[in-house]
């Protein structure tokens, strides 16, 4: 700043000295004159000598003055100094930046001129008639340029830097190239004039002055030691003398990895442990090459060089290519080997050709695996059994004897049992100790043809150690099986059907399935040879054709004939059946196109018209709205049981819709006073507590005599029992009170179940109650009513 003081000041003492070697000028060193020719018919427009004429002012920029900054002057030769004259300027910052004094035509800039801002301005001027504001002289343009000073310091537009170089580079090696820039103008003295040098960053880095390349200064730098540098670079204008204007920035210089370390184990002997139970695949411990490198020169690839596990384990590299993971390659077996060593290598896979002098990259470690002991379930002598079984086979036939063992040094007893889901129609059974296999129940090829049968193994002294195996077990086929027709077992025969003539083709199926295939011999059943209608002829090839022997079929002699075909197979032992073919006698067209196979077709008369037709069909319809109209009212009309209407006994029947408990409903009526009264007394005072006792509304019809003819309680209770029961029978058109009578017999809890119609209506279905016949004399009644009597009749068929 203090440089840049001192510039300002000289420029302020130069430019007053400059402007007056300027203004003493004479007018010719100023421009060349030009002239300029007016025509018209004014009078008033004449030809004139151009008396001013300018190319360009200059003025220096960072004027910090109090005083405007004087520019130049205007100046016209017709101009006598008497005040007539008025100059006028126009143009890029007229009025704003710049004034003109219109009396003696001098030039001010009265704002701060930046030259990075603005570098020149483009003006006019104009000599005028102050009085009658005519043009004395054409408009005439000039440039005001602004000269630079030095007031703009180098910058680095693009800084901080990110910068990396590979470590162990050379001297001298680039690291990246930096570019300041000055604002101040290039072409007018040194202030743009950039020289670069490093700050900060040695011995480390070093920097060019003239085209910024940032280099590597010192050999060998190691990023395993150091890694990230910092590097302050300085630009200088004004060629790096003094006074200059200066900027910086600063590199951040990472140093990239190379692969110049070897790996190297933590350990020389790595101590691991497995169960012997574990599967396949199991992984067993992981080990790490370390290596001071990173990225892919660190990445590794171990393998095993050596060592009598190595057919027993495997090792690979974990996703990020670091870690050594070791697995289990086969299955293991503490009682065979309890232990393994291994010999285990890790290299590098990425290498630096530059850096093979470091090596070797790799590096070697012993991995000892002890086998840890388990308690394993018995081991089978084979992965799975097969067996093949004829069907014939006896009961107690031995299929196979299965194997296990403890594999443990204890050698625990083994007990076998078949897994019950594997057999569960228990066709088989296994010898607790033996494990002898054998059939319990008689084999069916054709109803199961495999048994899959899975034998359990289980230790004696331990039952939660489990084993299985599965055996597999075909059945043989014998020929046991008869023939059969299949499909085709009724055939028709036409009326025009001639000698000869083909009316089916039989086929026969058999459920064995022999080895040489299925062949079946066709012949008529003995009792059928000599029938003379029809013949069947054995094609040889599995399948028959039964022929007409005659012709003249007719419906009206006989519609249906049955065929008896005699099939036998071709194994041994042979087996034989005889099937019925049903043979129908039908009508057919020309074609042999069945149209009736009906001994009578029904037809109308010829002489019955339509209209008769019609008629008939309206009495049946009328006919049968009128039986459906009976039978709706007889259904929705109530009749009276009772003959004498004026009777009242609704009290009797008013909690008829309430269903009784039978013999578990103890609280209704006293039961057992009815069935012997002597004994009422004992249970005078016990009465239901759901209701009201009816007796006082049900005595008014009694006959009084009864009532009057007992003194004590146990007489009135026995002679209104008597009375009802008198009154009941006596009466043909009294229904049966059987909530008196057989109220003991009726409800829920009864052998007879409920007899009431409460909730019958949820059954779509008739009730039957022929059943009320075996209930004895008491439900005879009910069973006149609603029952069927059995009768002696014999059946319609």
């Not at 065929?563 to 009508?587: A, K, M, W, Y």
Request: glycine share 6%; with cysteine.
């Amino acid at each position: 700043m203090g440089d840049r003081a001192h510039l300002l000041a000289f420029a302020r003492t130069l430019l007053p000295v400059v402007l007056g070697i300027l203004t003493l000028l004479p007018q010719s060193l100023l421009g060349t004159p030009a002239e300029e020719e007016h025509a018209g018919s004014s009078a008033l427009l004449q030809r004139v000598k151009r008396s001013w004429v300018w190319n360009q002012f200059f003025v220096l920029e960072e004027y910090t003055g109090l005083e405007p900054l004087y520019i130049g002057k205007l100046h016209s030769d017709m101009d006598k100094g008497d005040g007539s004259i008025k100059y006028i300027l126009t143009g890029e910052g007229a009025g704003t930046t710049f004034t003109i004094d219109d009396s003696t035509g001098d030039i001010h800039a009265i704002q701060r001129l930046d030259r990075e801002v603005k570098a020149q301005y483009v003006l006019r001027a104009q000599a005028r008639n102050r009085l009658t504001d005519r043009p004395l002289e054409p408009e005439s343009e000039f440039i005001v340029k602004i000269q630079d000073i030095n007031d703009n310091e180098p910058k680095f537009p693009d800084g901080p830097y990110q910068a990396s170089v590979p470590e162990m580079s050379k001297i001298g090696t680039s690291v990246i190239q930096l570019t300041a820039t000055d604002a101040d103008d290039p072409t007018y003295g040194n202030s743009a004039r950039v020289v670069y040098s490093i700050l900060e960053g040695q011995p480390y880095f070093s920097v060019d002055a003239k085209t910024g390349v940032v280099r590597v200064s010192l050999a060998d730098m190691d990023r395993e030691t150091r890694e990230n540098y910092t590097v302050v670079i300085q630009a200088k204008d004004m060629g790096g003398q003094l006074g200059g204007l200066a900027g910086t920035t600063t590199v951040n210089i990472t140093l990239s990895d190379v692969n110049d370390n070897p790996p190297m184990f933590d350990q020389r002997l790595y101590q691991m442990s497995i169960p012997e139970s574990a599967p396949v695949g199991s992984v067993v411990g992981r080990i790490w090459a370390k290596d001071r490198d990173i990225g892919v020169n660190a990445e590794m690839k171990y393998s095993i060089i050596d060592g009598d596990g190595r057919d027993t384990f495997d090792i690979s590299t974990d996703p990020t290519n670091l870690f050594g993971i070791i697995t289990v390659k086969k299955p293991l077996n503490f009682e065979n080997k309890p232990s393994y060593t291994l010999k285990v290598e890790g290299a590098n896979t990425h290498l630096d050709p530059v850096f093979r002098h470091r090596g070797p990259f790799k590096d070697v470690t012993i991995v000892h695996v002890s086998v840890e002991d388990v308690d394993e379930p018995p081991l089978f002598d084979s992965l799975a059994y097969y067996v093949e079984l004829s069907e014939e086979a006896e009961i107690g036939t031995v299929v196979r004897t299965v194997s296990a063992r403890d594999p443990d040094a204890a050698n625990n007893t083994v007990r076998y049992s078949i897994e019950r889901s594997s057999d569960p129609d228990k066709y088989f059974y296994i010898e607790i100790t033996s494990g002898s296999l054998m059939t319990v129940r008689s084999l069916d090829r054709e109803e199961i043809g495999w048994h899959n049968i899975t034998v359990l193994a289980m230790e004696m002294n331990n039952p939660t150690q489990i084993s299985s195996v599965s055996v597999a077990v075909r059945v043989l086929d014998v020929n046991d099986n008869p023939p059969s027709l299949v499909h085709y077992l009724e055939a028709y025969v036409c009326e025009n059907a001639k000698a000869g003539q083909l009316i089916q083709t039989v086929t026969a199926v058999d459920p064995d399935e022999p080895l040489g295939g299925q062949h079946f011999y066709y012949s008529l059943a003995p009792e059928a040879v000599n029938n003379p209608n029809f013949t069947l002829r054995d094609n040889q090839d599995n399948t028959a054709w039964v022929l007409t022997r005659r012709g003249g079929w007719s419906q009206q002699d006989q519609t249906v004939f049955y065929l008896p075909i005699f099939i036998s197979d071709g194994e041994q032992p042979v087996q034989t059946s005889t099937s019925t073919l049903t043979i129908r006698v039908c009508s057919c067209d020309q074609e042999g196109n069945v149209m009736s196979c009906n001994a009578e077709a029904y037809s109308l008369p010829a002489s019955l018209s339509r209209g008769a037709l019609i008629a008939i069909l309206a009495c049946i319809f009328v006919l049968l709205v009128m039986i459906l109209l009976m039978l709706s009212l007889r259904t929705h009309r109530k009749k009276p049981y009772l003959c004498d209407e004026e009777e009242n006994v609704h009290e009797n029947i008013v909690r008829y819709d309430d269903e009784g408990g039978g013999e578990e409903d103890t609280e209704a009526f006293d039961i057992a006073a009815m069935w012997n009264p002597r004994e009422a007394h004992h249970h005078l005072g016990k009465m239901r507590q759901d209701m009201l006792p009816e007796i006082e509304s049900l005595s008014r019809y009694v006959p009084q005599a009864c009532i009057m003819g007992g003194g004590s309680g146990d007489s009135n209770v026995h002679g209104y029992v008597l009375a009802k029961l008198l009154e009941a029978d006596m009466d043909p058109c009294a229904p049966p009170y059987d909530s008196l009578q057989t109220y003991a017999y009726e409800g829920e809890g009864s052998i007879a179940e409920s007899l009431s119609s409460l909730q019958s209506g949820t059954s779509n279905t008739d009730h039957e109650y022929d059943y009320l016949n075996d209930w004895g004399p008491r439900f005879k009644k009910l069973a006149e009513m609603y029952g069927v009597l059995e009768t002696n009749s014999p059946p319609l068929w």
